[in-house]
């Protein structure tokens, strides 16, 4: 198991000096945000495999890892909510301008 989460987390470090790569080669305004954010990933990632490695090592368990991932799946389904509410609201809209310039 820590031979697995080490390659893991040697293969994010690698992906992640790619991204990066990438990003800083691009024309991208919003680069240093970017940056900030694909660090930030990193450190969050990297915390969370080190309480991993402990749980598993401790209890056996990885239950952090998995309340973080169904929270982040949460997450994730709450913005395509979101989104799909703002596209219909958007669309109610248009229809009622259209409606108002006939009138």
């Keep these: 198991n820590q031979k697995a989460i080490k390659e893991l987390s ?5 992906s992640i000096k790619t ?6 080669e691009s024309n991208n305004p919003n680069l ?5 954010k694909v660090e930030k990933d990193r450190y ?8 991993t490695i402990k749980e598993l090592k ?8 998995k309340t973080q991932v169904n ?25 009622i301008e259209s409606h108002l310039k006939r009138e």
Excluded at 44 to 51: D, H
Excluded at 58 to 65: A, I, V
Excluded at 79 to 88: N, Q
Aim: without cysteine; proline residues 0%.
């Design 58 to 65: 401790t209890e056996r368990t990885f239950s952090t890892l």
């Design 71 to 95: 929270t982040q799946l949460d997450d994730l389904q709450n913005l395509e909510t979101t989104k799909k509410k703002r596209a219909e609201i958007h669309h109610h809209v248009k229809t």
């Design 44 to 51: 969050m990632l990297e915390s969370l495999l080190r309480i």
């Design 10 to 14: 040697e293969a994010l470090r690698e």
């Design 32 to 36: 240093s945000r970017n940056l900030m």
């Design 19 to 24: 991204i990066s790569t990438n990003l800083s």
